[in-house]
């Protein structure tokens, strides 16, 4: 089955630098997600991307739709102590619609 | 505008017994989709309805069962439980006539089997 390799697992980094995750994957998907999930709280959306090579922002947060399909990256730049929480890539195939396969998390931790 | 409503919040169980959880779409939503997100893992795909029918399903026993009302709202069934099954169980909707994948989850209902 599809499989979603998400690096790092966690990152500790001060207020105000930039931060870089990317997820891999063992087959295509033709869309990629990205959630941000607080504790005790569902996944919330940032950033979709449909199209492969597609460069995505949404204020300080850019993301990439890889050339191959499998895989995707996200940028945090100037990072605030808001940003903490764990962060997800989600990817779906074209024959899977609704199913979303997602990456393990990336544990962000902001030090003021 | 309401997002999407899960009940109940919490919820604890004995191994062996049945669970029913419930899910409430966002409004102009009509398609739900399940997951299970075990602790410190991904959320894993259980299955999705859409016009009241099991549309899609990933990889998970019998045991778990869903139905979706004519109002879009959604139940997950899961009967004779085991200790593994305790997560977070989270819904998730979506207008399928939309172009864009506007996937809402609700908060969850955090389900613990003992």
């Known amino acids: 089955g599809q499989q979603l390799n998400q690096s790092p697992q966690s990152m500790f980094i001060q207020e105000g630098e930039d931060v870089s995750m990317n997820c891999t994957s063992s087959s295509i998907f033709n869309t990629w997600l990205w959630y941000k999930q607080d504790p005790g709280e569902g996944p919330v959306l940032l950033i979709a991307l449909y199209k492969a090579g597609e460069l995505t922002s949404n204020g300080r947060l850019t993301a990439q739709f890889g050339i191959t399909r499998k895989d995707s990256f996200l940028n945090i730049s100037a990072s605030i102590p808001s940003d903490v929480g764990i962060y997800f890539c989600?990817?779906?195939?074209?024959?899977?619609?609704?199913?979303?396969?997602f990456g393990q998390g990336t544990i962000l931790t902001v030090h003021p | 505008d309401a997002g999407v409503t899960q009940s109940p919040t919490h919820l604890i169980k004995t191994r062996g017994q049945q669970v029913t959880l419930r899910c409430s779409p966002k409004s102009g939503h009509d398609t739900v989709s399940w997951y299970q997100q075990a602790l410190g893992q991904g959320p894993q795909f259980i299955f999705q309805?859409?016009?009241?029918?099991?549309?899609q399903r990933g990889n998970f026993p019998d045991r778990f069962s869903g139905h979706q009302f004519p109002n879009y709202s959604s139940e997950l069934n899961v009967n004779a439980l085991l200790l593994g099954d305790s997560a977070l169980y989270l819904c998730?909707?979506?207008?399928?006539?939309?172009?864009?994948?506007?996937?809402?989850f609700g908060s969850g209902t955090r389900l613990t089997v003992v």
């Open positions: 998730a909707s979506t207008d399928r006539g939309s172009a864009n994948y506007g996937y809402t």
């Open positions: 989600a990817g779906q195939s074209l024959d899977s619609y609704g199913k979303l396969t």
């Open positions: 309805y859409y016009e009241e029918e099991e549309r």
